[in-house]
């Protein structure tokens, strides 16, 4: 039963990573399900309160994916209008694949900035450009915290395993 939970614990961890970028696929959520997979392994080093902390993180960080392209929009001078257009085209990335996801806030913060509060376009695209980089920081956050509850899930398997 370990080794069919370790397994399924590193195959989820492994599809986690890929969900970072591949928009389909909730990356944090599938790697803490691997986590928690890791910790009913018997004999595991994981502890209740590294599983409450990885999993607050997964949370915010899945939380953040969303909530941040506005943020930056704002931090870079955005109206409202540009963080509605932000936060729109996070949503309607999701349907183009990794390309929608990078670059749909951006244009969705461009042209709500345009429509919305007739801004030049120079402060439309800074506006965007805002956006934009909300996406790697937010890809980031998720990034280590994938890498964070894989490294844990291989420390069961090299403890408990091998």
């Not at 929009?73 to 932000?86: C, E, N, P, Q």
């Amino acid at each position: 039963m370990d080794i069919a939970l370790i397994i399924i614990a590193l195959v989820l961890s492994v599809i986690g990573l890929l969900g970072v970028v591949i928009p389909v696929l909730p990356g944090t959520i599938f790697s803490y399900v691997g986590l928690l997979c890791a910790f009913f392994v018997t004999g595991s080093v994981i502890t209740v309160s590294q599983l409450i902390v990885l999993g607050v993180i997964s949370v915010a960080a899945i939380l953040l994916d969303y909530l941040l392209p506005g943020y930056f929009s704002k931090l870079f001078g955005g109206t409202k209008a540009g963080i509605m257009g932000a936060t729109i085209g996070t949503f309607v990335g999701i349907f183009f694949g990794v390309v929608g996801i990078i670059f749909a806030p951006f244009i969705g913060a461009v042209v709500g900035e345009i429509l919305g509060s007739k801004i030049p376009l120079e402060q439309a695209v800074k506006v965007g450009f805002g956006s934009l980089l909300s996406f790697f920081v937010g890809t980031g956050i998720k990034l280590l915290a994938a890498l964070y509850m894989l490294y844990y899930t291989v420390k069961v398997f090299v403890f408990v395993v091998i």
